[in-house]
């Protein structure tokens, strides 16, 4: 990928001490690249960063940076020459966006916009975007491609959507750009070292970290919600993805889409749905134990079943899913128990 370049390919990544960012700046790191890390910390470890050095033998420059300071954000840019930015910063828990929906707006929408100001002030045309399935609402046919209509249901899932519309005008108006949107499905799993996984501060809101923390023996049971979704068993399917796996996909979207303007748009899943159920017996056998759980009702807003048309992104990128669920498991599993208590323990 690097042949013949003069010098490595520099990016910053923020959001990269999170859990996508910093998968994805390992990889980044073994591929080549030459990474800056900005992140507030505000829903991460520092920690992270010594387990990225500790694992690729590579410590990224770290810039502890608010994206709503723009004075900061830009100095980080005029200290940096940059070829493109993965754009992972931001807050993502759905239920919170709906308490706070100024914070969550603030945050994701105002710190993108200085991101893109600053980018372009400073002449780097090359963004790749977080997004999410969610951007497609309540999809009424799956599996689900890029061209489905799109709808939200939270101020989450909103903040995304504004995103992919604002990249969409800004590429518009200046056809320099190459923005990249990635639109990803449910990321699980954790890096085969152990060393690097999920931390959800409190208690977890999202399925995969719950049944870790039940089987790691924090919590009591699974709440199942729901099992009478229109699903062979009753509960909610989704499209569980590797977060190696996606943060490969990353570096497969810089490789093909650096320096083709454009907007350009791929969902990362795997094509496959899996179950609640099937996910607890996926981690059972991961982890050697049985798992408690009970049905409860429905939570509101979520949908019967999402998973993704994974073909756009092979075609295109050359890059589809190799790690399946047991592994998505195994992985998460080894961190969870190594690290019952997160990066507080480290
Ligand atoms: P994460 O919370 O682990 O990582 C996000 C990082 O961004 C955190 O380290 C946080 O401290 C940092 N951050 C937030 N606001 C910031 C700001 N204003 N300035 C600087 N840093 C800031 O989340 P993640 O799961 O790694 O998600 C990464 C991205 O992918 C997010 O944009 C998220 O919305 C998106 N996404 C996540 C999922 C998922 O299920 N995890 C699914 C689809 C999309
Ligand atoms: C998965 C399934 C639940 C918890 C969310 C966001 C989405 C994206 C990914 C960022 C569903 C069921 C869950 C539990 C359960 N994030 N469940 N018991 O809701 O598909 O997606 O994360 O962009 O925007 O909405 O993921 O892991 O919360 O739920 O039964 O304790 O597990 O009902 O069927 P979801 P999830």
């Known amino acids: 990928m690097m042949k013949g370049m003069e010098r490595k390919m520099k990016i910053l990544v923020t959001g990269g001490a999170g859990y996508i960012g910093s998968h994805t700046t390992i990889e980044l790191i073994k591929a080549g690249y030459d990474v800056v890390v900005l992140d507030n910390l505000d829903n991460s470890n520092e920690k992270v960063l010594d387990v990225i050095c500790e694992v690729t033998g590579t410590r990224p420059t770290f810039y502890k940076v608010d994206l709503l300071d723009y004075d900061a954000v830009d100095q980080c840019f005029s200290e940096n020459k940059f070829d493109a930015v993965i754009h992972f910063a931001g807050l993502k828990a759905v239920g919170e966006s709906c308490r706070i929906p100024i914070r969550y707006y603030h945050n994701n929408i105002t710190g993108t ?14 963004i790749v975007f977080s997004s999410s399935a969610t951007v497609y609402g309540m999809p009424k046919t799956v ?21 992919e519309n604002i990249l969409t005008d800004v590429f518009k108006a200046n056809d320099k750009w190459s923005v990249t949107l990635l639109r990803y499905f449910n990321p699980i799993g954790a890096h085969e070292s152990g060393k690097l996984g999920e931390d959800p501060k409190g208690i977890p809101n999202n399925l995969l970290p719950y049944v870790a923390q039940v089987a790691v023996g924090k919590l009591d049971f699974v709440h199942v919600f729901g099992n009478d979704y229109d699903t062979p068993d009753g509960t909610g399917v989704r499209d569980y993805i590797h977060v190696v796996d996606l943060a490969l ?14 907007v350009h748009i791929f969902n990362l899943g795997t094509g496959n749905g899996y179950s609640v159920l099937d996910v ?3 981690f059972e056998k991961a982890c050697g134990k049985t798992l408690p759980y009970k049905i409860e009702a429905r939570r509101p807003g979520d949908i019967a079943i999402c998973y993704a048309d994974a073909k756009k992104a ?6 589809e ?5 047991t592994e998505m498991c195994e992985d998460a599993w ?4 190594n690290n019952p208590n997160g990066f507080c323990e480290l």
């Open 113 to 126: 916009l200085n991101l893109v100001d600053i980018m372009q002030k400073h002449e780097v045309y090359n």
């Open 143 to 163: 599996p689900i491609t890029e061209d489905f209509p799109l709808a939200t249901t939270n101020p989450y899932g909103s903040t995304k959507l504004m995103l």
């Open 249 to 262: 996909g990353h570096l497969k979207a810089l490789e093909h889409k650096t320096n083709q303007p454009g």
């Open 280 to 282: 607890i017996r996926a």
């Open 314 to 319: 092979k075609e295109e990128l050359g890059w």
């Open 321 to 325: 899913a190799t790690r399946d669920i």
């Open 334 to 337: 080894r961190w969870q128990s």
